[in-house]
């Protein structure tokens, strides 16, 4: 009678615990649509901004080892990550891979390229007297640590190179606020241009020139999202395309 009753009762058990279950399943809390009520909100990532690039680059170096004018040729796909310290000062990490080939020889070899930076918003003014393509002018500057290495496969007598890059630009934007459906319309365009420089450190090899110029164009899609593409000339060009999201 005592096993029975036992029996019983862990039957019992295990049916009230089964139906309880399904009435968690069949009945599931609805999730909220307030952004106070999730771990991470809107107002917490409004600091914080990513992107991605890819990029062409081409200038002319000085290897220790032979002499100077030897072609440095990389293509780039690179991200970010970056985060407002201040609402015009930006820090931010980038990485990134590179395949890199430096002087006449087919010695291309791929390599990781990462580092810091530090994004400087300096000036913004409107225009009283604006005309049809321009409404404020926007003065920027850029400063730029990264690390890369490239594979020589003994050429030249060198197994591998690894470098610092130290670089930075001051750009004028000319910004043109536009009208029209938004859906198809860009809410602006800036056309930038300025001085820009890049310092190689490395045992092996040096950049022939440090200053150069660079130009482009900002497609800003909103308020959050904007479309990058630049143009930088030292020996010979660079060429980048981008996109940026705030969030």
């Known amino acids: 009678m005592n096993k029975n009753f036992a029996r019983y009762s862990i039957l019992s058990a295990l049916l009230f615990l089964i139906g309880t279950l399904s009435e968690v399943n069949a009945l599931p809390v609805g999730r909220s649509n307030l952004s106070r009520e999730y771990l991470v909100s809107p107002q917490d990532l409004s600091a914080w901004s990513i992107g991605l690039s890819a990029v062409k680059l081409e200038r002319d170096v000085t290897l220790k080892t032979y002499g100077s004018g030897l072609p440095m040729k990389s293509t780039k796909t690179m991200g970010y990550v970056g985060y407002d310290v201040l609402p015009w000062v930006t820090f931010y990490a980038v990485g990134g891979g590179a395949q890199t080939r430096i002087g006449w020889f087919n010695n291309s070899s791929s390599g990781a390229e990462y580092g810091f930076g530090v994004t400087l918003n300096l000036i ?6 604006a005309t049809a393509f321009e409404n404020r002018l926007r003065l920027s500057s850029h ?4 690390r890369g290495s490239a594979g ?5 007598g ?11 630009d001051l750009t004028l934007s000319v910004v043109n606020d536009l009208e029209g459906d938004k859906f198809f319309v860009p809410n602006s365009i800036a056309l930038f241009f300025g001085p820009t420089f890049s310092v190689l450190s490395s045992t092996s090899i040096e950049q022939d020139k440090i200053f150069g110029l660079t130009a482009g164009l900002d497609i800003f899609l909103n308020e959050k999202v904007n479309l990058e593409l630049a143009y930088t000339k030292f020996d010979a060009g660079t060429y980048s395309i981008g996109v940026n999201v705030r969030f």
Do not use: A, H, K, R
């Open 152 to 156: 020589m496969n003994g050429v030249y």
């Open 124 to 129: 913004d003014t409107e225009i009283e007297d």
């Open 143 to 146: 400063l730029q640590f990264t």
């Open 158 to 168: 060198l197994s591998e190179i690894t470098w610092d890059d130290f670089s930075g």
